[in-house]
């Protein structure tokens, strides 16, 4: 029962910690350090609640007199005396022993459900970009103002990236009308950043637990706040080979103009774009913003972002970063150990 009541305590923490970061001003000063912190509370949550349910429920019923069993072990052998595989003497059933086995399912589903819709917002993101990279074939072309993208003839400023294996940036006539060519530069800048750093499998998870936890705030802010770290992230490095003031210009035209992205793509400033495919119930686009957003907090977060090229605030102490990468290991060292070790 001590793997137990590890797993659920830190179960409980990553929740309590997710409306910390949610709220706290420190990520925006070192977005690479909040989204390590992000992934290992989501991670961390996850091993932590699979296996606390299984643990719960494994405690009672994978055991025989003599032998001591915890961790996966546990779990696995009272999983096999649920479905009849083998045997463990007379059982008297009482509440208790009812609680365990629902317990113990719980957790086996609840596994099984991040798994699928892991695997679900991979197959949706993949078709979408096949989609996407077909329609580009047809109608995208080049322009020596913006070497190594594609255009597309649309009026509305967009600006964005498909990411994966053939990865195209897009930039629609819209904007090269908008932009001049020092801000063109600049959003370039961003989204080769995006593609670079691969910041779609980072905001895979967050996308697909959202999809899974529509109902839940945690799951809300979690992919809100990711989703506005990474780009932050792209805004820095984009900041660091051009001025950061012509990438704020950019992104103030753009999202004025209300230019959308497609899902399965990242893009440069995508308000309308993000409040459109969500309320429409679409797959969402991974890196974009969380589903039903508000456009005021869309709109908070476009000023958040230029505020902060214009006004860089300083980073973390490195002892700040050392202690947060503890944290965040921790997070996801301690769960893994008390499911597999026995304790």
Known sequence: MVAVVLLGTVAIGCVAAAHLLASASWPRRSPAVAIALWQAVGLGWGVATVGALAGFGASGLGRRPGIGLSGVAAAARATRLLVGAGTAGPRTWDALAAFRVVSLLAGIVLLGVLCWILLAAITVVLRARHRQRALLGLLAHDDPKVPGALVVDHP??????????????????????????AELEAVLAHERAHLRARHD??????????RAFRWSAVALEANREVALLVEMMADDRAGRRLPARELATALLRVGASGGQAPPGALAVADTAGERGSRTRG?????????????????????TARVARLLRPPPGLPVAAVILLCAVAALLVVAPTAAVLLPL
């Open 156 to 181: 509305a400023a967009a600006a964005y990236c498909v990411p994966g294996l053939r990865s195209a940036i897009v930039i629609s006539a819209g904007a090269l009308d908008l932009l001049d060519q």
């Open 201 to 210: 499998l980072v905001l895979l998870p967050f996308s697909a637990l959202l």
């Open 282 to 302: 679409t797959s969402a686009p991974v890196g974009a913003r969380a589903a039903r957003v508000p456009a005021t907090t869309l709109d908070g977060q476009l």
